[in-house]
Structures are given as C-alpha cells and as structure tokens.
C-alpha cells in the first residue's frame, strides 16, 4: 500500500520493508523530538490490518495464540503470538477487540498468510476472518488525546497510540493529528525502548524468549495452543540459545550496521544487527540477537563497527524450575 500521507511536504519515501509510507519529512531528529514530547503522529498505514469477527472469537483465538484473550476487555490493547508446533514465532498481532470483531493490525504482507492460517483452524466455530488492508491503515499517535482519534477504533501501548482510519480519511485524519513524523523516527524510539519487530528482530527459529516476549506477548498461565510446550521447556528447565541485547554504536563512525550484519565478539561470530538507527539523545543504536553464553561485559563489533551491550534479555531467562540437590 502507498500511502496518500506522501503528498505532505518534505516527505522522502522509505524503503523495505516500510515502503509505502515516508522515512523523514526532512527533519528526523526534531520528528523524533517532538513525538516523544507528546505532539504528532507516524504514518503506519503500510501495515496490514485482518478482522476477526463472530461470537466464538475470542475462544478460538485464545486456543490458538500465546495471549491470554478469553476474556479480553473491550478496547483492551493486546499483543499476542502465532507460534509453529515446535514453537518458533510465524506472526505477531497488535490487537484490540471493539465488543465486537477483533481487530489486528501486522507487518507488510503478513496479513494472507495469516488469514490462511486461521481459515484452515474455524472448522465449525462461528468466526469470520477478513483481511481488511485495501480498507483500512494505521495511524500511530503520539498522544491517546488526539482529535484524530475521536470516533474511531485504537489501542495503547508503549510507543503511541494505534488508530485504525479508514483509508479515504488518512490524510484528513493525519492533518488533525500535528506534525508529521516519519517512520525514522518512529524506529529510532522502538529501538531505545527495547521492543522486539516481527522480521528485523525475528527469523525463522526465533522463539519468544529470546526477544522479550515471554513479558509481553505470552500468558504462562493459560491453556493449550500450538507450539506451548516448547515454551513450557524453555521457560521451566532451560535457557534460550540466543538473546537481544542492546547496542551502543560507536557514533563515530559515518555509517549504520545494515540488518543481518554480523556482530563479532573476540574475532568469533556470535549473532547478526536486527536493527539500528539514529536516536536524537543516545546517538547510534541498535538491537542484535546474540548467543546466550557471551558474557554481559564482552565489547562487541556490529557490522564492523564497534558497540558496547546492554542487556534486554538476561542470559539466565528460563530455567525456572530447581530442582532439590540431595
């Protein structure tokens, strides 16, 4: 999807995977500033958006994700997990139920996959699942008080506020909403507050211990769903192989590890950069997923590029459960 919002001046488009929506609007640190401050808006509109409707929603999805969702509240913001049977991470949805459909908004191009997925598991319950990208977009608010808001669907979390506008509204809601900031800046401070993104902090045998989602996307207290035991496991007898950490880059140098770069520690190859950025207080920035047994303090090279690390996951996650020495 393109966004209409490019037509605001000094919008510079962005690249994959946030194509359609802009980088900067020519000033990224004062973007940054200001939507930190509590002032403006990012053009998420790129992000696919899937409706689940139907009086049997919320049981079948709380059967089926990592989330707690039986009983979700009206209007509640949730982030709940779709894991494979061995417990990798296949999709990631941003959700909130409006009394009467569930509605989720996921990365670029995931919403086919994911209602595939979850065509194939209704059998006979009364759900309905729509993929509703070519109809709506995300607007991300810096504050949940925006008039841009007012009458629609939103959810909160600790980046802004979620609007879901429908398409033909986005640049009218975004004029209401203040100052534009691109999704640079939008990056920057998902960065520096440490919260793992579907496909730059994830791949294909990412389980969700080793991003930090066991805090926020994983109820360890609920029922069956797919790939639960491999949770189970980890977090009862053993630690993840791999865990995020934070990056503090040279700044320095004149450029940004790219995602996928190599991080080395000691000349060995120990993880990969998931993203990185320019923050308008820490300087360069990053998040890498590294192996669990390098040590905490061990100075690190992020795409050739030098970085100290701080820990989001600690290298003792899981191992819950002690057992009696005799």
Same mark, same amino acid.
């Given at each position: 999807?393109?966004?209409?919002?490019?037509?605001?001046?000094?919008?510079?488009?962005?690249?994959?995977?946030?194509?359609?929506?802009?980088?900067?609007?020519?000033?990224?640190?004062?973007?940054?500033?200001?939507?930190?401050?509590?002032?403006?808006?990012?053009?998420?509109?790129?992000?696919?958006?899937?409706?689940?409707?139907?009086?049997?929603?919320?049981?079948?999805?709380?059967?089926?994700?990592?989330?707690?969702?039986?009983?979700?509240?009206?209007?509640?913001?949730?982030?709940?997990?779709?894991?494979?049977?061995?417990?990798?991470?296949?999709?990631?949805?941003?959700?909130?139920?409006?009394?009467?459909?569930?509605?989720?908004?996921?990365?670029?191009?995931?919403?086919?996959?994911?209602?595939?997925?979850?065509?194939?598991?209704?059998?006979?319950?009364?759900?309905?699942?729509?993929?509703?990208?070519?109809?709506?977009?995300?607007?991300?608010?810096?504050?949940?008080?925006?008039?841009?808001?007012?009458?629609?669907?939103?959810?909160?979390?600790?980046?802004?506020?979620?609007?879901?506008?429908?398409?033909?509204?986005?640049?009218?809601?975004?004029?209401?909403?203040?100052?534009?900031?691109?999704?640079?800046?939008?990056?920057?401070?998902?960065?520096? *507050? =440490? %919260?793992?993104?579907? &496909? /730059?902090?994830?791949?294909?045998?990412?389980?969700? @211990?080793?991003? !930090?989602?066991? #805090?926020?996307?994983?109820?360890?207290?609920?029922?069956?769903?797919?790939?639960?035991?491999?949770? *189970? =496991? %980890?977090?009862?007898? &053993? /630690?993840?192989?791999?865990?995020?950490?934070?990056? @503090?880059?040279? !700044?320095?140098? #004149?450029?940004?590890?790219?995602?996928?770069?190599?991080?080395?520690?000691?000349?060995?190859?120990?993880?990969? %950069?998931?993203?990185?950025?320019?923050?308008?207080?820490?300087?360069?920035?990053?998040?890498?997923?590294?192996?669990?047994?390098?040590?905490?303090?061990?100075?690190?090279?992020?795409?050739?590029?030098?970085?100290?690390?701080?820990? %989001?996951?600690?290298?003792?996650?899981?191992?819950?459960?002690?057992?009696?020495?005799?």
């Amino acid at each position: 999807m393109t966004s209409p919002l490019l037509v605001l001046p000094g919008a510079v488009p962005a690249d994959t995977p946030d194509a359609g929506v802009a980088l900067h609007y020519g000033d990224p640190f004062r973007e940054q500033r200001t939507y930190a401050g509590g002032d403006g808006f990012v053009d998420r509109s790129h992000r696919d958006v899937v409706r689940i409707s139907g009086p049997d929603r919320l049981s079948w999805l709380h059967s089926l994700m990592t989330q707690h969702l039986e009983k979700l509240e009206p209007f509640t913001a949730s982030t709940s997990l779709v894991l494979s049977p061995n417990g990798h991470v296949e999709h990631v949805l941003e959700l909130v139920d409006d009394g009467e459909a569930v509605w989720a908004h996921v990365e670029p191009g995931r919403a086919r996959p994911l209602v595939a997925f979850l065509d194939s598991m209704r059998f006979m319950l009364r759900v309905d699942v729509t993929d509703v990208t070519e109809d709506f977009g995300v607007l991300t608010l810096a504050s949940a008080g925006s008039p841009a808001a007012e009458g629609l669907l939103s959810r909160t979390d600790r980046l802004g506020t979620d609007v879901f506008v429908p398409r033909a509204e986005l640049v009218a809601r975004g004029r209401r909403a203040g100052p534009a900031a691109g999704i640079w800046a939008y990056e920057a401070l998902r960065i520096a *507050a =440490r %919260v793992p993104r579907e &496909g /730059r902090e994830t791949d294909h045998r990412t389980i969700p @211990h080793e991003v !930090g989602w066991i #805090e926020s996307a994983v109820h360890l207290h609920k029922g069956c769903y797919r790939g639960q035991e491999t949770v *189970a =496991r %980890v977090h009862n007898l &053993g /630690r993840p192989p791999r865990r995020l950490v934070f990056l @503090h880059l040279d !700044g320095s140098a #004149e450029r940004l590890p790219e995602h996928g770069d190599q991080v080395t520690a000691d000349g060995a190859d120990v993880g990969f %950069v998931t993203s990185a950025a320019q923050h308008y207080e820490l300087g360069a920035i990053g998040l890498a997923l590294i192996k669990r047994s390098v040590p905490t303090d061990s100075p690190l090279l992020a795409g050739g590029i030098g970085a100290s690390q701080e820990v %989001v996951v600690s290298p003792d996650a899981g191992l819950h459960f002690k057992p009696a020495l005799r």
